[in-house]
DNA sequence: ACCTGAACACCGTTCAAGT
DNA sequence: ACCTGAACACCGTTCAAGT
């Protein structure tokens, strides 16, 4: 007779993402995330492939995190002021989960990475604002541009390289900001 | 009678680099490197602390050779200019040594980080071409939107996020010289 | 059908013993 | 003074045996 299920490839990949957020990458062990979940480090593997299986579930569920908070920023109603709530939404998710922030823009294994539909997501309400402002031809090259210092930005402050004092919250919308306005000349 | 010495520190960090950048990170195995220099794994660490000190060696040399880079592409003509190269030969680096690039910038374990030191340096060369523009007041802050730029713009390449097709390039060189006027307003 | 203990290969690291 | 083999704790993963 078969024994009951103990688990599920959902808990699994919650009591991953926690240990990820509060101990770092290298604290997500297929034993700490089995103790967690009440099993065997083995029996893990009835539910996910392998470790980095699990690592790809955290990172694709933690895209679709991104992108809904991204969504939710934007009101539709003032592509500036869209912007301006998506990036400040971006900066604020990314310090509130610094760990898994890096886990998603980071150069890690191929296998750990978000799908690629999961990738386009989460920077689809960046596109939609910046293709009411700038129309569609130029939205590829503008959103980029958008999502790059956004990226950059964020990301040198969680990596520490900002230690050297400043007010970064300011330099953050002064250069968010001017991004805007280069981008959308004036009245458009 | 002591044993001559059959490798050195140095050339076990050469080893480490040249490993790091052909097989990845998680291939910079101590009993990898030690092959590489011809001794067995415990000999190590007669010439480092311990694997967090062999990669902390590793980030600081890959910090030097970054700050020499890019104090190369400054010729102290034209900030302008200057700021141009600056950014080309920043990227152009990164291509080249993409996994060095990531272990400088990401978020790596405390002890692997360069000395803060060495992290001054390397942006140092941007810091004066800025200042020569902006003034010494603004200096922080604009460079702060200009690396977090550069850097954003480049690790999402190297991370694979452009895949949508596109001209990097031009989007590069385009955002770098939206930020250089917005920087410094005509006439400076 | 899922769970477990035992086993294996592979890590980083320590240390006594060699030269 | 440096190098080595042996050993230890800890990884991910497999698999036969349990229920």
Known sequence: LPTPRRTSA?????????????SGIEAVTMKEVADRVGVKAPSLYK??????????RVTNA?????????????TGADPREDLRAIAAAFRQ????APAAYTLLTSRVPEEWRADQEL???TSEAIRNSIAKLVGEERTLEAARTFVAFAHGFVSLELAGTFRLGGEPSAAYDFGIDTLISAL???GS
Chains 1, 2 share one sequence.
Do not use: Y
């Open 93 to 96: 998710w990314a310090h509130g």
């Open 119 to 121: 990738n386009i997501r």
């Open 62 to 74: 933690v895209a679709i995190e991104l992108a809904g908070v991204l969504d939710d920023a934007a």
């Open 10 to 22: 959902q808990e699994i990949v919650a009591a991953a993402r926690e240990l990820l957020e509060s």
């Open 47 to 56: 539910h996910v492939r392998d470790r980095a299986d699990l690592l790809h």
């Open 184 to 186: 959308a000349p004036s």
